[in-house]
């Protein structure tokens, strides 16, 4: 199972990455970017297609994260020699250690075989130069929890948990005020001191749909 409080990297979003390279007349251009679903993996490799559509081969890869889970993890060598492609291009970007990343290597064949390590080297070589290109952020959950405040106690309340790094992501107003709040998981425990001091003890964290959680890039 992957650990739904880890920090990961990834390619920052909107930003596509080519790179070309030669190998004895063959042209391999390589297109790496952020997908975080089958959907998007897929629509990916579509565009690469369209972009190049008389090219011989579109080789791919790609990872994305999915919670509580294994990484998605599929290739593909797109007719070249079985395992000359897709799985180099897998294990290339396993490790760069991003997640939530696609590639696709177009290659132009140029009138001369290069043999499995050629390929292999090839379609390895073209992802590593382009991963160098990519811009990456790294991603971090936040815990989400709820507490329920006096209305006359609420402003100075929220200045306060403010104060300590506790983000307000939302206020609902009713009989009482209810803050959603997020915070780094791991500080929890701070977290829950933080309220209780802030409203002597008659208020407490709660989570009313069981752990959740949200994320932030930076």
């Not at 403010?162 to 209810?178: F, S, T």
């Amino acid at each position: 199972m992957t650990d739904v409080c880890a920090p990961y990297e990834l390619p920052r979003a909107g930003q596509l990455v080519e790179h070309e390279i030669e190998v004895k007349r063959s042209r391999f251009i390589a297109r790496i970017g952020r997908v975080q679903s089958e959907e998007q993996a897929r629509a990916f490799i579509a565009a690469a297609r369209e972009d190049y559509p008389d090219a011989r081969h579109h080789c791919s890869a790609y990872i994305y994260r999915v919670d509580g889970a294994q990484p998605v993890e599929r290739s593909s060598d797109d007719g070249e020699p079985a395992g000359t492609a897709g799985t180099p291009m897998l294990e290339t970007l396993r490790g760069s250690g991003l997640c939530d990343v696609a590639a696709v290597v177009t290659r132009y064949f140029g009138g001369t075989k290069l043999g499995t390590g050629g390929l292999v080297s090839a379609y390895s070589t073209s992802i590593s130069e382009a991963l160098e290109n990519v811009p990456r952020v790294m991603r971090k959950p936040r815990r989400v929890g709820v507490v329920d405040l006096p209305h006359a106690d609420a402003g100075r309340v929220e200045g306060e948990l403010r104060a300590a790094g506790i983000e307000v992501l939302g206020v609902e107003y009713g009989a009482v005020a209810r803050y959603t709040l997020a915070f780094d998981p791991a500080h929890l425990p701070r977290v829950r001191e933080r309220i209780a001091a802030a409203t002597r003890g008659s208020a407490e964290l709660a989570d009313p749909a069981g752990p959740t959680y949200t994320w932030v890039e930076d």
